[in-house]
Each structure stands twice: as structure tokens, then as C-alpha cells.
């Protein structure tokens, strides 16, 4: 995981330290949080094991996002390689996910974090693509990734089983580089807040 600090208009995004761990799973393990998650019981322990995993791992960028000092979510963002016959490139895709505290919700944070981390993907690690997916049903979530300019490149009727509602249709996004400094540039979609490094 590389270690510099994203910063955008409000909100930092840094590496998750030891410390933040029980903050996170106050809010992870909320019943309208884990509604959307596929992992909805996590072992407090396994959960810090796998963060500290994480913090090893230099294709795992993911970050803890604080407003005036409390963390108030996450995004993840693992570096993986593409899909292609030989000689294809290495490492020009990534995998989005994100987790915010409701008490949060409604102030444009998430898509505020996810946004800068889109654009560090861009502009700093050189990605190419970046894919990302949800219930269909988990609608502040499409929300999002459609603020940021992704697509919905797939439509699984059916494709997704949910505890609660059984199975359900999943949705895949997808956002190429090309298309993010399109937007960034005609000043549609896709324009990030100003990210800076620490």
C-alpha cells in the first residue's frame, strides 16, 4: 500500500492505521451498512489481520477518510492486471469499493472521497480502467459511481444473492482513463475535486 495522504476539499484520505480499526467496524457492522455488503459479519480479529495485510500489499492502495479528525469511511482500491492474451501489460486495472458511516450520508462525502481516489488511480498510479459493483437495489451507491462518470457495463438480472431479499440483479461500473480526463477537461462528468499528496 503506498503511503501518501490524499487530501481533497474537505476530507483526507490515509492509509488506515492499527488505531482506526474500531471506528470502522462501529460503523461497518451497522445493520443499514451491511444491507449492501457481501461480507455481512466480519471477526473483529480477522478484520484488523486483514488491514494490516492490506497496509503489505503494494497493489492495495485503500485509505481511511476523515473529516476534522474522525474517520468517517473507506475506500479501497486494488491494482490488479487486466484481462488479454500474452504480453498484455501488467497492473493497468483496479478494483473500487467504499464503506461510509450513515451518520455521514447526504454531504457528498462519499462521492467526494471516491472521486479523489478515482483520479490518484488516473493520474498518480497510471491505471487504465477501473471497475466497481453493487446491488442494484443500493441505490446510494449507483448514485455515486454514476456522479464520478463510471458506466454500467453490466446488468445481471438475477446474478446476486442478497440474505434479506434473496436473488437480486447486480450492477458492474466501469470508468476508463481516457474517458475520466475527457470529462475532467469539457468539465462534465468525472471532475475530481483538487487532490493533493502529503
Known sequence: MASANLHSE???LRPVRDEDIDRILEYRNRPEVTRWLLRTEVDPASFRAAWQRAAKDPDDHSRAVVRDGVV???????VVDGMGQPGMPTRTEAELGYIFDPAYGGQGYATEAVSAMVAYAFDRLGVRRITAGCFADNLASVRILEKIGMRREQHGVGDSWHAELGWVDGYTYALLAETWHQGTRSGG????RPVRSR
Open 72 to 78: 468517517i469511511g473507506t475506500v479501497s482500491l486494488d
Open 10 to 12: 474537505r476530507l483526507e
Open 189 to 192: 462528468a468525472g471532475v475530481p
